[in-house]
């Protein structure tokens, strides 16, 4: 790896763990361009935390609040943790086999288009219906199930999280808000999956490369999540469903080839 290849990651890595169109889906593909075959698991739990750090950093007063006011909200996450997790373990193995498959990041990002396009139109419809649906336990733990279900390459997390609390019927902004708390002990349950191999890469000749990758997701990272608010603040969600759908399409393409 070199000191670009690992700006370039961070980058991919800010932006799309935030706009909903697949981070770990868009890694397989860069991936794939610089003819690195074998899955890039420590180096991509490093792009996460940088980008778990712009979460907890965008959201720091949000995050006060579960401890103070908004302890309903930090029950949600709880509950909503509880269908992440369960997935999680059960088909970690399985899933990080599919890391090194382009082909199947390409149907996933097809799914993951329907899943935002879907998630827009109603939100505008509900806007102009006036229909509004409090959170409650329930919704959280259908939004926990699509968290979980984003571990596949892909799916996107925040696309799917999002689209999911509007569908439900939740406020645009609060679907928006939840989706990103909820991704706080997921990335952290992750990265503590992987604590072992942390230690030795930190002592090892690719540690340079890593850090870099991780502070570049941070800086991208915050600047994409402000953007992704005022876009949903706009109902302009839905072209992230486009785009998927145009990307998806292009891998599939290139993989017949």
Not at 21 to 49: N, R, T, Y
Not at 67 to 77: A, E, Q, V
Not at 237 to 253: D, K, M, P, Q, R
Request: charged share 10%; net charge positive; glycine share 10%.
């Amino acid at each position: 790896m070199t000191i670009a290849q690992a700006v370039i990651s961070g980058i991919v890595q800010g932006a799309t763990e935030f706009f909903p169109i697949s981070s770990s889906g868009h890694l397989v593909i860069l991936h794939a361009i610089f003819g690195i075959k074998e899955p890039q698991m420590a180096f991509d739990i490093f792009l996460h935390f940088g980008t778990l750090l712009a979460v907890l950093i965008f959201f720091r007063n949000d995050i006060l609040k579960l401890f103070t006011s908004g302890k309903r909200t930090l029950l949600f996450i709880v509950v909503g943790s509880i269908p992440t997790f369960a997935l999680g373990m059960l088909f970690k193995d399985v899933v990080e086999s599919f890391f090194a498959k382009p082909g199947i990041v390409g149907f996933m990002l097809l799914l993951t288009g329907f899943w935002l396009l879907a998630a827009g139109l109603y939100t505008i419809y509900l806007k102009r219906s006036g229909l509004k649906r409090p959170q409650n336990i329930w919704n959280s733990l259908v939004i926990g199930l699509a968290q979980g279900i984003s571990i596949m390459p892909g799916i996107s997390r925040s696309g799917a999280t999002i689209a999911t609390g509007m569908l439900l019927g939740l406020d645009k902004e609060t679907a928006f808000r939840f989706s990103f708390l909820l991704s706080i002990p997921a990335i952290f349950g992750a990265t503590a999956l992987k604590a072992s191999r942390i230690g030795s890469i930190l002592a090892g000749n690719d540690a340079l490369y890593f850090i870099i990758g991780g502070v570049t997701a941070l800086g991208v990272g915050l600047v994409c999540i402000k953007a992704l608010l005022e876009l949903i603040r706009r109902d302009l969600f839905f072209i992230f469903g486009i785009y998927c759908f145009l990307a998806g399409s292009a891998v599939l393409i290139m993989r017949l080839r």
